[in-house]
């Protein structure tokens, strides 16, 4: 994995979902060894142990979450999303404290990706239409756009946004 994430920042699910990304043409991924794995959940800040059983959860937990993102009236994707949802569970709790909420899931190993497809969730009920991918061709990435307006179009403007810009300016005034 590299040691700069491509876009950094995001929430947890878009963190997630950015795993995947291309560099110099070629598609990475963050999981592709428990070495990655280790290292993307220190940089979430998720104790959990990078192992492999932990590292498929990732991965089914990524593709789910991938798989309604891309397809949100999707039959299928709904389903594989709700079955990694039902790998745990929320509940209300009162302490003395106050009112706080109870987070489990039955496989440890099921906990990052349990955390990611439910931030997904809260991310679709708060604003469904602010969970966009990058408009750049290339890009795969994704973001949630927390911008006032709700216009971001890009995963970075010093990136995609940049590259679009100046491939239009080029094409403004290239001379055939």
């Known amino acids: 994995m590299r040691t700069v ?20 043409g070629a598609l990475v991924d963050a999981f592709g060894d428990l070495a990655d794995v280790a290292a993307w959940l220190e940089l979430e800040g998720i104790e959990a142990p990078a192992t492999e059983p932990v590292r498929l959860a990732l991965v089914r937990a ?29 509940r209300p709790t009162v302490t003395a ?30 604003a469904p239409d602010r969970i966009r991918q990058c408009a750049h061709d290339a890009c ?4 949630y756009d927390d911008s006032t307006r709700g216009v971001r179009r890009w995963c970075s403007m010093a990136g995609c946004g940049n590259r679009a810009k100046a491939a239009r300016h080029y094409a403004r ?4």
């Open 5 to 24: 994430r491509p876009l950094a920042n995001e929430p947890l699910a878009m963190d997630l979902l950015n795993t995947v990304w291309v560099h110099q």
């Open 62 to 90: 990524r593709s789910a979450v991938r798989a309604h993102a891309e397809a949100p009236n999707s039959a299928a994707a709904r389903a594989a999303l709700n079955e990694v949802l039902r790998w745990g569970f929320r």
């Open 97 to 126: 404290d106050g009112v706080g909420t109870e987070q489990a899931v039955e496989d440890p190993a099921r906990w990052a990706g349990w955390l990611a497809a439910a931030n997904y969730a809260d991310l679709m009920a708060a």
């Open 140 to 143: 795969v990435l994704w973001f």
């Open 173 to 176: 005034t290239r001379i055939d």
